[in-house]
């Protein structure tokens, strides 16, 4: 299927990344920077996080708005996620128990998620025809700069142990008072967070994770956890959980491995060894087959090229043999797709992609869903989607976790606690484009409680 509203003749200018050296200079709120190309950046066209403080989260992968591509809820182990994976935050900071929420949307029969390829969106009346040309993204010439924005920053005037005691206070005596618990946890970075658990610690010699877990419970007790788990951490532990027990998930898999720099990818793989004894790479292969697997094994390796020049001669060539390897033959050449795809930059794969929607009069994305299905279409996709524009990925993915009955609370608080310090505010301003509501209304009608109220105070109005 060729997705609704592409033109054959190349692709509409999407929003674009920070040049190098311009990665910490935020627009402006309100200002989304819809830039007509990408920008050349360090790190696999990711902005390394701006400061010490900010999360190691990377990017995910960006659709332009690509109908449903991104967007299943995952599947997540019967009966809730499985306990913290090595029963613990680094250093035993957090204690073992089962991990609350995500349960399966009702409306899969037996609560299997299908393979994207088997689901008809055609058939789904209600999905938005979304087309990337109908977002003007240039209408404002003024709002031209480039830049990416958290909707957290790290708070001035920050006191580690004044924290701490607000914390201590909040959990003490007859109930919770949970209000105190979201305004110090939604007004400080990740890193602001590790201090105040260590201060914690030192303090009353006791573990902040270990007293907010046994005071919280459901979304509310996982969305906090994930707040304060180093992002590194957060990441391998993901991938963890994503693969322990029966069944796997694909698709926190794919969120993960294809959109990471280079050093997140390697500092993901030491944590992981280092925090479950566990070899990352050895888990794939377990866990995953055939050229979803090699695409993965790929990816672990995080070696793609991070020169961030384009060679337009070198993507007429990968442009050609990808259309050789596809389209222009008889059966696929998953190997030419795997190479190309994992190991060029992504502003290098984005101008292959209009090499080829010049050449083949048919975009990529397209070609990759007519020549593959199941996880690995979705994997090439996902990279092929960080090429363009990586905000558009996540409102879809935000859209989806929260659309129709039931929600994937485990996307919506890993998407949401992940991107927070890093373009939540391009996520949220591309989501009322794509969808005509905002990212917080339709939070606000798909949560509630003190999990409402939390999630409301990151993302903002």
Not at 35 to 62: C, H, K, L, N, R
Not at 348 to 364: C, G, I, V, W
């Amino acid at each position: 299927m060729s997705y609704p509203g592409y033109p054959p003749t190349g692709y509409p200018p999407f929003p674009g990344y920070p040049p190098a050296g311009q990665e910490s200079s935020f627009p402006p709120p309100g200002q989304y920077p819809y830039s007509s190309g990408f920008s050349p950046m360090g790190g696999g066209a990711y902005p390394p996080a701006p400061s010490g403080s900010y999360p190691g989260a990377g990017g995910y992968p960006t659709p332009g708005g690509y109908p449903a591509a991104g967007g299943y809820p995952v599947t997540p182990h019967p009966g809730g996620a499985p306990a913290y994976p090595g029963g613990g935050f680094p250093g035993g900071q957090m204690p073992g128990g089962q991990m609350p929420g995500g349960q399966m949307p009702s409306q899969y029969p037996g609560g299997q998620a299908p393979y994207p390829s088997q689901i008809n969106t055609e058939s789904f009346s209600s999905y938005p025809a979304f087309s990337p040309v109908s977002l003007d993204y240039s209408s404002d010439p003024a709002a031209m700069t480039q830049g990416t924005q958290g909707t957290i920053r790290p708070a001035s005037n920050f006191d580690a142990m004044r924290d701490a005691e607000i914390l201590r206070k909040a959990m003490k005596g007859f109930g919770t008072d949970e209000q105190a618990i979201v305004d110090v946890v939604s007004n400080r970075s990740n890193d602001q967070r590790q201090q105040i658990k260590a201060a914690f610690k030192t303090m009353y010699g006791k573990d902040l994770i270990k007293d907010l877990k046994s005071e919280l419970s459901g979304n509310m007790e996982e969305l906090i956890l994930a707040l304060f788990m180093p992002s590194t951490y957060y990441d391998a532990w993901s991938l963890r959980k994503a693969m322990q027990g029966a069944g796997t998930q694909e698709r926190v898999l794919i969120e993960i491995l294809c959109t990471r720099t280079n050093q997140e990818i390697r500092d993901i793989v030491r944590c992981y060894q280092s925090e479950f004894g566990r070899d990352l790479e050895k888990d794939i292969k377990s866990d995953t087959s055939g050229h979803f697997e090699r695409l993965l094994v790929s990816m672990c390796q995080g070696n793609r090229d991070e020169n961030q020049s384009v060679n337009h001669q070198m993507a007429q060539e990968d442009a050609q043999r990808l259309y050789q390897a596809g389209e222009g033959k008889l059966g696929t050449d998953e190997s030419c797709f795997n190479m190309i795809l994992a190991t060029r930059s992504f502003p290098q794969l984005k101008a292959t992609m209009e090499a080829y929607s010049r050449m083949a009069n048919r975009d990529l994305l397209s070609s990759v869903s007519r020549e593959f299905s199941g996880y690995i279409e979705s994997g090439l996709k996902a990279i092929l989607q960080c090429a363009l524009n990586r905000p558009a990925f996540f409102a879809e993915r935000l859209y989806y976790s929260m659309k129709g009955a039931g929600t994937d609370d485990s996307t919506l608080v890993r998407i949401v606690v992940t991107r927070s310090e890093i373009d939540l505010v391009q996520i949220k301003q591309i989501f009322t484009q794509m969808y005509q509501k905002t990212l917080s209304t339709m939070i606000a009608s798909d949560t509630s409680g003190d999990y409402r109220k939390l999630l409301m105070a990151i993302v903002g109005q």
